[in-house]
C-alpha cells in the first residue's frame, strides 16, 4: 500500500509517516516547503520520499497525485492558527488551504480512485451545552473562520468521494510542533502562577496514538465519520494543565513543584480573537463499534509523551 501524507512537518503527518514506516508501508511525505522542515529526531520520516506540494495550487496537487499515485491519501496539512485566522487579510489563505486545498485533493483522489483520509475538528460544532458531539451529527454551527474552513473541507471530502474517512479531533499535543503541554511547561519555569479556564470541557489527542488509529483505519473499507481523541473522561484546560505539572514533578521535575495552577472562566481570563467551544466533548464510541481499538487513555499519553520529550 502507498500512501501520501500531507502536512509532515507538523504533529499528526510525523508521526503518520513514522507509523506507516512501522507497518512497512511505502509513505510518501509532503508538504509546502522544498525539503522536509520537521524535527530531526532520527526516526523514519526523515528518511522516507518526500515531494513539495502547495495544496492551494490545484495543477499542482493534480500533477503530484497523478505522478505518485497513492492508494490512500491521509490529508494532515490545514491552517491551525484559530486566532491569526480571523484577520481579514489572513481569511482568503486559510479559505484556501482548508477548503480548496482540500477539494483539489478529494478531486483526484476520485480521478485515481483512492482512498482519502480528512483530519477535522470539534470546531465544526457551535461548542454548546453538555452532551457529547456525534460522529454523524450535521448541526453544524461553526463559531470562527477556523471552523468554518474546516467544515468546507470536510463537506468538499463527503460529497466528492465515498472512500473517505473523516476523523475529528480536539486538543493535539505531539513531538513536531507546539502545543498546551509544551507551552504549560515553558512557561511554568518562569511563573508561579498559572490561570487556565476550566469552562472548556474536553478531551486531548496525543498524535502518536492517533497515528496508529489511522493506519488501522486505512487497512479497511470502513469508510465514514469519526472521532478520535485519548480515552480518560472529559476534562478542562485547567485539570490538563494540573496534571501535566503533576506528571512533570513526578517524573524528576522539582521545579514545577512551585507552579500554581488557579482555574477561571473564559470571561474572566479575557476575549480571544476567535470564540472558543465550550463544548468539545466527541462521543468516540462509533470506534469500538467498528472494530477499532480506542485511543488510550489522556492520561497515559501525557505519561509517554513526557518521556519522548526534552524539557
Known sequence: MKVLVTGVAGQLGHDVMNELAKRGYEGIGSDIKEVYSGISDGTAVETMPYVQMDITDRSCVEKILRKTKPDVVVHCAAWTAVDLAEDEDKKPLVHAINADGTKYIADVCKELDCKMVYIS????????????????????????????????????VSE?????????IAWVFGKNGKNFIKTMLNVGKTHELLTVVDDQIGTPTYTLDLATLLVDMIETEKYGY?????????????????????????????????VTVKPVTTAQYGASKAKRPFNSRLDKSK?????????????????????????
Request: glycine residues 8%; hydrophobic residues 35%; charged residues 30%.
Open 121 to 156: 475538528t470539534d470546531y465544526v460544532f457551535d461548542g454548546q451545552g453538555t452532551e457529547p458531539w456525534l460522529p454523524d451529527c450535521k448541526d453544524y454551527k461553526p463559531l470562527n473562520v477556523y471552523g468554518e474552513t474546516k467544515l468546507a473541507g470536510e463537506l468538499a
Open 287 to 311: 470506534l469500538a463499534e467498528n472494530g477499532f481499538t480506542p485511543l488510550p487513555t489522556w492520561q497515559d499519553a501525557v505519561k509517554r509523551y513526557l518521556k519522548e520529550i526534552e524539557f
Open 226 to 258: 469519526y472521532h478520535a481523541t485519548n480515552e480518560g473522561g472529559y476534562i478542562s484546560w485547567a485539570d490538563f494543565a494540573k496534571e501535566i505539572f503533576r506528571q512533570a514533578v513526578e517524573a524528576g521535575h522539582s521545579e514545577y513543584e512551585k
Open 160 to 168: 466528492t468521494l465515498e472512500k473517505y474517512f473523516i476523523v475529528r
